[in-house]
């Protein structure tokens, strides 16, 4: 099972360069301009895919490694995964926010979809993006509190990603081993992480699967 990538690292496994997808994290933010948090719509779906493409854009990767592109070759693993998981059964439409400023422009978009513990279900956190020039600005941060907050409203039990502990602490995630939740992959025990709200049940552990696009990027 396969959830790769934090912001364009690579191991080596199998004697196989690998990317592993994690969420970016960032510094605290200098909270400034007003952002208003909504669902998703229809009509959200290019800009959504232009902003997570942009949000992480790679870094320039190792002679010997692909460039990290979808598929197409034209966007981002996370933009094609975004666009994946709408088109999944995981997709939860009551949990794909976007950012937007006063005026209406989407600045950022965050999602949970459907996962699994066991055979309890339960949330997976991400992708998370922000445009470029709105990043550390505080959108971020209040994208995960409203998704965070539309969860607790609707009674899930739990969510789950991977990503910076050091960043994602302040929203209350803590490392799924002291939930007894096991990652998909044993290296991701250093960086897999689980908020528990209110409906979960001390019963709630064992080990964490994935919506399908997880599995599936390149």
Not at 163 to 192: C, K, M, N, V
């Amino acid at each position: 099972m396969r959830l790769r990538r934090i912001a364009a690292r690579w191991i080596r496994r199998d004697g196989h360069l690998r990317r592993v997808i994690r969420l970016r994290g960032s510094p605290a933010a200098a909270h400034g301009k007003p952002v208003l948090i909504r669902r998703e719509s229809p009509s959200d779906a290019a800009v959504i895919r232009a902003i997570t493409d942009a949000a992480f854009a790679p870094a320039p990767a190792p002679a010997e490694a692909p460039t990290g592109q979808a598929p197409t070759g034209q966007i981002t693993a996370e933009a094609w995964l975004v666009d994946e998981l709408r088109g999944s059964p995981a997709w939860l439409p009551a949990l794909s926010l976007v950012a937007t400023t006063p005026g209406g422009d989407v600045i950022g978009h965050v999602l949970c979809t459907r996962a699994h513990v066991g055979e309890a279900p339960v949330l997976a956190l991400g992708p998370l993006s922000v445009r470029p020039d709105r990043q550390r600005h505080g959108v971020g941060s209040a994208l995960v509190h409203a998704v965070l907050g539309a969860a607790e409203a609707l009674g899930e039990p739990l969510v789950a990603l991977l990503g910076d502990p050091g960043y994602y602490h302040r929203f209350g995630f803590r490392l799924s081993a002291g939930y007894q939740i096991t990652p998909p992959e044993p290296e991701w025990h250093a960086h897999f992480q689980v908020r528990a709200l209110t409906a979960c049940a001390p019963s709630l552990r064992g080990a964490f699967t994935s919506p399908d696009p997880f599995n599936r990027l390149p």
